[in-house]
Structures are given as C-alpha cells and as structure tokens.
C-alpha cells in the first residue's frame, strides 16, 4: 500500500484522545491498516499506533519475529488490535528502555505493568483476548498510551535515563535509533 509520515512529539495531534472504530471489514479500513504496516516495517519499528500517522482512531498494530530495534527482546505476534482495553492483572512492574517513531533518536527508561490482560477487535470484528507478559505487555502499553495522547517521555521518573541513543548505545546501528 503506503508508507505515511509519521508525526514527531510536539505536534499536538499526538495529545488527542482517539476515537473508537465503529465499522469493521470495509474497504478504507484494511487500506489504512496495510499502510500502518508498511510504515511500520519502513521505520524498522516494533509497533504503530494509527494517532502517529494523523489518524485520530483507535488503532495500533505491532509485532515481529525478530527486530534490529530491540535484539534481546522475544518475539510478539504480529497483531492487529483495534478499541482495546488493557486490564491490569498484577502489580509487579518493570523498568526497561523504551524508543518511539514519533520520538526519533531518542531512548529512555520507563516502568511498566509487567502482566496484562487485553481484549479489542481485529480489524474484521473478531474478539481478541490475551494475557501477557514481559516485553509483549510492554509494547501493547506503549502503543495503547498513544491512543490517550501520552508519548513514553511522559512516563519517564528520572531523566538521567534519557538521552540520545547514539550517546546512550554507541554500538547501536546509526539506522535504528529512533
């Protein structure tokens, strides 16, 4: 289909709350699904939420077998999840680095949920209903956040945890630092 242009933080389209779906299985909805997917694959990210490309619904897609950005991380299956609700399942949390396509080049240390429950819709209004776990649940809060208009930075506790990746990781391909 399409790579689109992905809004950068300071662009007050990402601090809007997105809209819910309400029509699924049509024609314009897989088209803009596909083109989430190409950016995404273009931009080598892990996942995509439909507000950074100006698209104010509630939409986010993400996964991948292996991924330059986060090398360590285990896999996550590919997902299309629309309207979804995220159900808190324990209180342990977890601190790790966390990038963001809309926030290029730069990486910092947020705490996260460590186990979750989300429930939503596929793109042709199929219930999808998983719990999950480490650096799954981890991208599912990243990407949901953006349908709230909440961009990682907002999460970030200590500041001396955030930087330029290229400072931060010097090893880091130039290509992935976003």
Sequence with gaps: MAVREILKMGDSRLLRKAEPVQKFGTRELDELIADMFDTMHDANGAGLAAPQIGVNLQIVI??????????????????????????V??????????????????????SRHAHLRYQGFDQFGHVIDREVDGFHARVVQHECDHLVGMLYPMRITDFSCFGYASVLFPDMDPNDDD
């Design 62 to 87: 993400f996964g991948f077998k292996k991924t330059q950005r986060y090398p360590d991380a285990t896999p996550v299956p590919e997902t299309v999840l629309l309207n979804p609700v995220l159900t």
């Design 89 to 110: 399942l324990s209180d342990e949390t977890e601190e790790d680095w966390e990038g963001c396509l809309s926030v290029p080049g730069l990486r910092g240390v947020v």
